[in-house]
């Protein structure tokens, strides 16, 4: 059964679906030489927390893994690339399948696998509490209701199907302006097939 934990934490039963965030997690962890007791240290959760995510008995939220993430010197659409295998030139991602994240997040990848191409969608209350900086560009699509951004400097409001573009080095920050706000991120990275 599943419970709950702060911060939209969940615990993961096993043999769930999207089991592969916590082997990409410490697939990442150990590339870098790095213990549990040193990322818990640099993203601010607890050790037991962090072996359940790696040991698939706990599903983080978005902000959790945005924080495991930062100590481990990546960002989440990696981690969540990294997750799946499914590095196939053709492949259809339905809208049930399973993130690995909590249920409760509002974030799902429309892209698997590891790609030059990312894209998320993000659904519901989403918060400015964070801000991003990505080395390549990044493109905003709002989907349903509307988003403020801050970039640059300036804030703008988005509305349903308008889309914002970013270019690598941009310092940014959104939320959704409603709980019916549906955004698209798409972003490119340096690696991949082809470069």
Do not use: C
């Not at 993961?12 to 965030?21: K, N, R, T, V, W």
């Not at 909590?102 to 964070?130: I, K, N, P, W, Y």
């Not at 690598?168 to 709980?179: D, E, I, M």
């Amino acid at each position: 059964m599943s419970g709950t934990r702060p911060d939209g934490d969940e615990r993961a039963g096993s043999g769930e679906p999207g089991a592969g965030l916590g082997n990409a997690v410490r697939r990442r962890r150990r590339a870098l030489d790095l213990t549990l007791a040193a990322v818990a240290e640099r993203s601010g959760l607890s050790v037991p927390f962090l072996s359940q995510i790696e040991n698939e008995r706990a599903r983080p939220s978005m902000r959790s893994l945005q924080r495991i993430a930062d100590g481990l010197r990546t960002t989440a659409v990696e981690l969540l690339a990294a997750s799946s295998a499914a590095d196939r030139s053709v492949d259809v991602v339905r809208a049930k399948d399973d993130s690995g994240l909590a249920t409760d997040t509002g974030v799902r990848a429309l892209v698997r696998g590891s790609h030059q191409m990312h894209a998320l969608e993000f659904t519901g209350a989403q918060h400015a509490d964070r801000e991003f900086l990505h080395g390549n560009d990044e493109l905003m699509y709002v989907a349903d209701g509307a988003a403020e951004v801050e970039a640059d400097g300036r804030t703008f409001r988005l509305e349903r199907g308008d889309t914002l573009y970013l270019t690598g080095g941009v310092r940014h920050r959104w939320r959704a302006a409603g709980p019916d706000t549906r955004v698209l991120l798409v972003s490119v990275s340096g690696h991949g097939p082809g470069s």
